[in-house]
C-alpha cells in the first residue's frame, strides 16, 4: 500500500507541475466582487448581475458576492438587478486575459410597486456558490454538490455523484447508504416529488439511471422538518435535473471512449442477441411466445410438448470481444416564441454501452469454517442506456412560473454467468450456467407552478407528477451440471441436475419470466406567507403531499425433467444443445411450469400528508424552524400463497413532530441544533409472500408474509437528534462539523432463516440505535500562500468529508444471531471522501486527484451458526484532467480506480471482528482500473433578444 501512495504521489505532483507550467492565457477573464444595501450595508442576497448583450450571469450568494468566469476579453457595461432595489448599470467596465476584475458596489432600494420591477437575467442553481448559499439559508441540516463541482470529478451518474456527498456511500454502484444506514432507510425525490422505482427486491430509486450531465445539483437533508417526508431515517435525497435559462442558448456535446483493465478487449460471453438490444429494447424479443398457457397435468402429454418446443433454443453462449465503452451525450438549450410568450426548452439524449467482465472466486464453509466448495465464476456484463430529457420552462408576465419536465431512461442488462465448482479437496464436481436479459424502463413526468401574491409575502408552489417504472426480465436461463470422473482415466462426465419425471427445478435446469410495473401519481403543494408578530417576520408555511402507487408482477417458471424409459445419454448434451426442441418429446425431456409457488402479486400504497410549520426569528441571530407533519398511509398487498388467498390491508396513521434551531453568531458562523421523529415503512418487497433465489450467493430470500401470512411488519419509528457548527470563510468555501444520534423502534431487518438450505426474509427488531460525527470541508488553498508569501497554490482547492458512526441493534429472543450486539445491516463505520482540485483562472486546465474509502459493512446477517457477510474496506484513487483546446473544445481523460483493490466479502468465524484478509473469503474479486478519454463541444450561439422577466 506504501508503494501505491508513493506512485500517487508522484504522479500527481508531476502532473500538477506540468499542468503549471503549461497555462497559457486563453483569452478570458472573470469579474468578481460584492453588492450591498446602500442604507443598511446589509448584503444583497439573490440579486443578479448579467453582462449586457450577453448570456452570462451569475447570482449574488448570502454574502453578496458574485463572480462570472469565462468572460472574453473586452469591455462591458455590467448590470445590477434585485427585487425591490432599483436596478444599477455600471459602464465600461474592462476584462482582462487570465486576470479577475473587482467590481464592489451597492444598490438602492426602489420605492415603486414590486409588479412593476424587472430583472433581466435568471438566477442559476447549480454552481458551487449558489449551492453553498442554499445549504447555508436552509433551516435543517443539509448537504449537497452542485453540477459545477460534478464537471470536475468526471463522474458519469447520479449514483457517482453522491458518493462525494458527507456521509454518502453507495452499494452495488446504484444504491445509497446514508449515514451508515441502509437505502432502505432513504427517500429519493426527483424535482420534488417521489422518484419512480424500478426494482422488484430493494426500496430504493436505482441512482444510475440519472446521467451526471443532466443533474443540476443534489441536496441530501439529514433531519426531519414538517415540509418533507416523513419516512425517511438516513436522509432524503433531492436530486434535481438541468432547467432551462431564459434567454441563453447552449449547445453542448460529450463523447467519452472507456478502457477497463481485464475487460476492454477480451473475449466475452452474451446472450443470443436479438432486435433491439443495441438501444436497450431487446426484452420484449425473449418473451414468452404469445398464448402460452400453464404447463400443468391439465393437459395431454401431446399438448405440453408442442406448447414446450414454442420454446426457443437460446441456451448456447456466444462469444465475441469486449470492445471499448461508449458515452455519448447532447444538450441544446433555447427559447420558443408563443404569442409573445418566451418558453425555455432543454433538450438532451445520452447513450452509454459498457463491458464489465469479473472472475470472481466463491467460496461456501461450514459451522467451524472449513472450506467445503469452491466456485470460479466468470460474469460478463453488457450495459446499455438510452436516456432523455425534455424540458420547459415559462414566466408570466405577472411573475408566475411553470415548468413542464420530462424524464426517460430506457436501460438494459446482459449478463452471462459461467461457474465451475470444487469441492474441498479441488477436484471439479459441478458446472453451472446463468444467461439472462433485463430491461428496465423510467419515465418521470411533472408540472410545477410557482406563484407570488401580495407583493410577495405569499407565495404558493406545486408539482404534479406521474411515474412509470417497468423492469422485464424475460427468460432468465439456469442450468447446472454435476461432473463425474471418466471411466478409465477418460474425460470427466457432466450430467445436468434435473428433478424427477414432473418436476419443475427452475435453478438447475429452468427459465424464469418476470415483469413488474409501476405507476405513481403524486401532488405537492406549498403554501407560505410572511406574518409580522411583534415586529418580526415569521414564516408560516401549510402543505400537503399525496401520492398513490399501484404495482403488478408476475412470474412464470419452467423447469426441464426427463422423461421415464427416456434415452439417459441427454442428459450429458452441451448446454447449447440439451434442451433443443427435438429434445422434447417422450423419448426426451419434458417442461413443467411450476404454479404452486407465489410467483406474483399486486400492491397499492396511498399516501395522504399535511403539514404545518412556523419559521420564528426570536432575534436577528437566533430562529426556530417548528411544527408538525401528519401521515395517513394504507399498504394493499394480494396475492395467494399454495392456493391460498393472501390479503395485506395496513392502514398506519402517524405525527411527526420537528423543531430546529439556528443561531447566527455573525454572517459566517452559525450554530444548528435539532430534534425530529421519521419512520420507515415496509416496502412491497418486503412484505409480498414471494420468494426468490439468488444465484450469485446461493440463497434464497423469502417476503415475511410467505412465511407469516397473518402478522404483517409494522412501521418503524425514529427519534433523530443534530448538532452542527457551520463556517462559511469567503464565497464558495465552507466547514461543518456535526455530530447525530438516532434511536429506532420496530427497524426492519433482513436476517437468516433457519432452515436447511441458507435463507433470508424479513422481520421487526425491538429496537436500535446509531450516532456519529461528520467533517465537511471546501477551501481554496490560497491561504497558504498568503501565509508563506507563495503564489504556487493560489489555484488549488481542497475538498474533504469524514463521517465516524457507530450502531448497534437488539434483535430480540426469536433472532439467532452471531452476534447479538452487531451492527445494523448495510452500515459503516466511517466514511472518507477527498479531493484535490487545480484550477487555471481562465479554466483552460483542470486537474482533481479523488480519494474515497468506506468501513466493513454488513451485506447479510448471520444467525447463531453462520457468520456475517461482511464486505471488507476498499480504497479507491481517481484521477482526471481537462484542458481547453478552444473556446468551444475541450478535451478530458481519465483514471478511476487507480488502486484497483478487491471487493472482498468475508465471514468472521474467529469472532474477533477484525474483517481482515485471513478471514475466510465468501468472495472476492477486481473491477479493473478504469481509463476514459473524451471530448466536449460547447456552443452558444449570439444570446437570444431578451425579454423583461418580473
Known amino acids: 500500500m506504501r508503494d501505491n501512495f508513493k506512485q500517487l504521489t508522484t504522479v500527481v505532483f508531476l502532473l500538477l507541475l506540468s499542468v503549471q507550467t503549461a497555462v497559457f492565457a486563453q483569452g478570458t477573464g472573470s469579474i468578481k466582487g460584492t453588492f450591498r444595501d446602500a442604507s443598511t450595508q446589509e448584503a444583497i442576497i439573490g440579486g443578479t448581475v448579467r453582462l449586457a448583450n450577453t448570456a452570462i450571469a451569475g447570482p449574488t450568494d448570502a454574502e453578496g458576492r458574485f463572480s ?9 457595461s455590467l448590470i445590477v438587478s434585485s427585487v425591490s432595489y432599483k436596478t444599477t448599470t455600471i459602464q465600461k467596465v474592462a476584462v482582462v486575459a487570465g486576470k479577475p476584475t473587482v467590481i464592489d458596489g451597492k444598490l438602492s432600494a426602489d420605492n415603486q410597486q414590486l409588479t412593476e420591477v ?33 464537471v470536475k470529478t468526471q463522474d458519469r451518474d447520479a449514483a457517482e455523484v453522491v458518493r462525494r456527498i458527507p456521509g454518502v456511500t453507495i452499494v452495488d454502484n446504484r444504491f445509497i447508504q446514508i449515514r451508515g444506514l441502509s437505502d432502505r432507510y432513504n427517500t429519493v425525490w426527483l424535482n420534488d416529488v417521489t422518484a419512480p422505482s424500478s426494482e422488484t427486491d430493494r426500496k430504493s430509486f436505482s441512482f444510475d439511471v440519472v446521467p451526471s450531465s443532466l443533474i443540476d445539483r443534489v441536496l441530501v437533508f439529514k433531519d426531519p422538518s414538517p415540509e418533507l417526508p416523513g419516512d425517511f431515517a438516513g436522509g432524503l435525497v433531492k436530486v434535481y435535473l438541468r432547467k432551462p435559462v431564459i434567454n441563453e442558448r447552449l449547445l453542448t456535446v460529450n463523447y467519452s471512449a472507456g478502457f477497463r483493465d481485464g475487460t476492454t478487449g477480451s473475449s466475452f460471453f452474451t446472450d443470443k442477441p436479438q432486435q433491439g438490444d443495441a438501444f436497450g429494447f431487446g426484452a420484449t424479443r425473449r418473451d414468452l411466445p404469445n398464448g402460452m398457457p400453464p404447463l400443468s397435468t391439465a393437459y395431454q402429454q401431446y399438448e405440453r410438448d408442442f406448447y414446450a418446443k414454442q420454446l426457443n433454443n437460446t441456451f448456447g453462449l456466444y462469444k465475441t470481444t469486449a470492445m471499448p465503452d461508449i458515452r455519448f451525450n447532447a444538450a441544446y438549450m433555447d427559447q420558443i416564441k ?12 445520452n447513450y452509454t454501452n459498457t463491458y464489465t467482465r469479473y472472475h470472481v472466486e466463491r467460496n461456501l464453509f461450514d459451522g467451524s469454517g472449513a472450506l467445503t466448495d469452491n466456485f470460479k465464476d466468470d460474469q460478463s456484463t453488457q450495459n ?33 454467468v459461467t461457474r465451475q465448482g470444487f469441492d474441498n479437496t479441488g477436484e471439479q464436481v459441478r458446472n453451472s450456467y446463468l444467461l439472462g436479459y433485463q430491461g428496465r424502463t423510467t419515465y418521470s413526468g411533472q408540472l410545477a407552478g410557482d406563484h407570488s401574491f401580495n407583493q410577495e409575502k405569499t407565495h404558493f408552489d406545486w408539482v404534479a407528477g406521474y411515474g412509470y417504472s417497468a423492469r422485464n426480465e424475460p427468460d432468465l436461463r439456469r442450468v447446472s451440471y454435476g461432473v463425474s470422473p471418466g471411466a478409465n482415466g477418460g474425460a470427466p462426465v457432466q450430467t445436468v441436475l434435473t428433478p ?4 419443475a427445478d427452475v435453478n438447475n435446469a429452468g427459465r424464469l419470466y418476470q415483469k413488474l410495473n409501476e405507476n405513481s401519481f403524486t401532488l405537492n403543494a406549498n403554501l407560505k406567507h410572511k406574518a409580522v408578530v411583534a415586529g418580526r417576520t415569521v414564516d408560516v408555511a401549510a402543505g400537503t403531499y399525496l401520492e398513490y402507487r399501484k404495482r403488478s408482477f408476475r412470474a412464470r417458471a419452467f423447469g426441464y425433467s426427463l422423461n421415464s424409459g427416456a434415452e439417459q445419454n441427454l442428459l450429458h448434451e452441451n448446454v447449447g444443445n440439451i434442451f433443443a426442441p427435438a429434445n422434447i418429446g417422450p423419448g426426451g425431456f419434458r417442461v413443467d411450469e411450476d404454479i404452486n409457488s407465489t410467483y406474483l402479486y399486486d400492491a397499492s400504497n ?23 407533519r401528519y401521515e395517513r398511509n394504507v399498504q394493499r398487498i394480494s396475492t395467494g400463497l399454495n392456493g391460498v388467498p393472501v390479503a395485506l390491508n395496513a392502514p398506519t396513521n402517524f405525527v411527526l413532530p420537528s423543531a430546529n434551531l439556528t443561531y447566527n453568531f455573525n454572517d459566517r458562523n452559525l450554530l444548528r441544533a435539532s430534534y425530529g421523529r421519521s419512520l420507515n415503512r415496509p416496502e412491497f418487497r418486503e412484505a409480498a409472500p414471494f420468494f426468490y433465489y439468488d444465484f450469485d450467493f446461493n440463497v434464497l430470500n423469502y417476503g415475511s408474509l410467505y412465511l407469516n401470512p397473518t402478522t404483517p411488519l409494522k412501521v418503524a419509528t425514529i427519534d433523530n437528534f443534530d448538532l452542527r457548527y457551520e463556517l462559511y470563510p469567503s464565497a464558495g468555501e465552507l466547514v461543518h462539523i456535526g455530530a447525530f444520534y438516532k434511536h429506532f423502534t420496530n427497524p426492519i431487518e433482513n436476517v437468516v432463516v433457519l432452515t436447511t438450505n441458507l435463507a433470508y426474509t424479513f422481520t421487526n427488531a425491538p429496537s436500535a440505535y446509531v450516532y456519529g460525527v461528520e467533517v465537511d470541508v471546501k477551501k481554496s488553498l490560497n491561504f497558504l500562500d498568503e501565509a508563506f508569501g507563495t503564489s504556487g497554490l493560489k489555484n488549488f482547492s481542497l475538498v474533504a468529508n469524514a463521517s465516524l458512526i457507530k450502531s448497534q441493534v437488539s434483535l430480540g429472543d426469536n433472532v439467532a444471531a452471531w452476534d447479538n450486539k452487531r451492527a445494523l445491516q448495510g452500515q459503516s463505520p466511517y466514511v472518507v471522501n477527498g479531493g484535490l482540485y487545480f484550477q487555471t483562472p481562465d479554466n483552460s486546465w483542470q486537474v482533481t486527484a479523488l480519494y474515497n474509502v468506506f468501513g466493513p459493512r454488513i451485506l447479510f446477517a448471520g444467525s447463531d451458526q453462520y457468520p456475517d457477510v461482511v464486505e471488507r474496506p476498499r480504497q479507491t484513487v481517481d484521477l482526471s484532467l481537462t484542458k481547453a483546446v478552444g473556446p468551444r473544445l475541450s478535451f478530458n481523460a481519465g483514471v478511476q480506480d487507480l488502486f484497483n483493490q478487491p471487493v472482498n466479502l468475508v465471514q468472521d468465524y474467529n469472532r474477533d471482528k477484525k474483517y481482515t484478509t485471513s478471514d475466510q473469503s465468501l468472495a472476492n474479486y477486481r473491477r479493473g482500473t478504469y481509463y476514459t478519454a473524451g471530448l466536449r463541444f460547447t456552443l452558444q450561439p449570439r444570446a437570444a433578444a431578451t425579454t423583461p422577466l418580473p
Request: net charge neutral; no cysteine.
Open 68 to 76: 462570472l468566469d469565462k468572460v472574453p476579453v473586452g469591455e462591458y
Open 338 to 349: 408563443i404569442k409573445g410568450l418566451t418558453v425555455g426548452s432543454i433538450t438532451s439524449v
Open 118 to 150: 424587472v430583472v433581466n437575467g435568471t438566477r442559476r442553481t447549480n454552481t458551487e456558490i449558489s449551492v453553498i448559499s442554499e445549504i447555508k439559508a436552509a433551516s435543517v441540516v443539509v448537504s449537497g454538490i452542485s453540477s459545477e463541482q460534478i
Open 500 to 503: 424427477g419425471p414432473g418436476q
Open 606 to 628: 396511498e399516501l395522504e400528508a399535511g403539514y404545518l410549520s412556523f419559521n420564528i426569528p426570536f432575534t436577528d441571530k437566533f430562529k426556530l424552524l417548528t411544527g408538525a
Open 384 to 416: 446499455v442506456r438510452l436516456g432523455a430529457i425534455q424540458n420547459f420552462s415559462l414566466v408570466l408576465p405577472g411573475g408566475d412560473k411553470l415548468e413542464f419536465r420530462n424524464l426517460f431512461n430506457q436501460q438494459s442488462r446482459n449478463q452471462v
